[in-house]
T-cell receptor
Framework: EDKVVQSPLSLVVHEGDTVTLNCSYEVTNFRSLLWYKQEKKAPTFLFMLTSSGIEKKSGRLSSILDKKELFSILNITATQTGDSAVYLCAVEALGSGGSNYKLTFGKGTLLTVNP | DVKVTQSSRYLVKRTGEKVFLECVQDMDHENMFWYRQDPGLGLRLIYF???????EKGDIPEGYSVSREKKERFSLILESASTNQTSMYLCASTIFRGTEAFFGQGTRLTVV
């Protein structure tokens, strides 16, 4: 069974801190890893990392993928209260049927940024 | 913008009822997914579909079935609702594998 494990499960920081969120995976036929942010609604897409794009950056957020060690990290610098959310990691890999790809999510990291 | 629409935001059903959750996407996406999200358990894949009339079981298919008669519509069916199926249900779609998933707004189902 595919596994996507995120750590920590929750984190409380103060505004201005830098945080690192972790995602490790064990899947068959990895294709891509995606990060999402979820506030009190549906998840919104942040980054996708593949073997051809193992580092992404957007503003204060950045992410890297280590395909050899099977993990990814999401960094948020100079955190703001608006960064408070659940951050979800998902891995696209081959489904059990063997011919189609599915998206498996980790349990998420709940980030709380206090003023 | 891609739009993924779920038919209901909130739903309350009785134990034993047959429940239909509908999801429609308007961008000709190939793949569609149904997840349920529970506190402490994250998003768990119930079923997914990669083409019309094609479906594949996810990690927790028991007690659920799906239907994809048209490319834009993916339905999740609870044959006989039970209280342990009380959850937030999220539908998602991707244009093709290797692309980001777009989510619907979610349906919070309560089975009493």
């Amino acid at each position: 069974e595919d596994k996507v494990v995120q750590s920590p499960l929750s984190l409380v920081v103060h505004e201005g801190d830098t945080v690192t969120l972790n995602c490790s995976y064990e899947v068959t036929n990895f294709r891509s890893l995606l990060w999402y942010k979820q506030e009190k609604k549906a998840p919104t897409f942040l980054f996708m990392l593949t073997s051809s794009g193992i580092e992404k950056k957007s503003g204060r957020l950045s992410s890297i993928l280590d395909k050899k060690e099977l993990f990814s990290i999401l960094n948020i610098t100079a955190t703001q209260t608006g960064d408070s959310a659940v951050y979800l990691c998902a891995v696209e890999a081959l489904g059990s049927g063997g011919s189609n790809y599915k998206l498996t999510f980790g349990k998420g990291t709940l980030l709380t940024v206090n003023p | 913008d891609v739009k993924v629409t779920q038919s209901s935001r909130y739903l309350v059903k009785r134990t034993g009822e047959k429940v239909f959750l509908e999801c429609v996407q308007d961008m000709d996406h190939e793949n569609m997914f149904w997840y349920r999200q529970d506190p402490g358990l994250g998003l768990r894949l119930i079923y997914f579909s990669y083409d019309v009339k094609m479906k594949e079981k996810g990690d927790i298919p028991e007690g659920y079935s799906v239907s994809r008669e048209k490319k834009e519509r993916f339905s999740l069916i609870l044959e006989s609702a039970s209280t342990n199926q009380t959850s937030m249900y999220l539908c998602a779609s991707t244009i093709f594998r290797g692309t980001e998933a777009f989510f619907g707004q979610g349906t919070r189902l309560t089975v009493v």
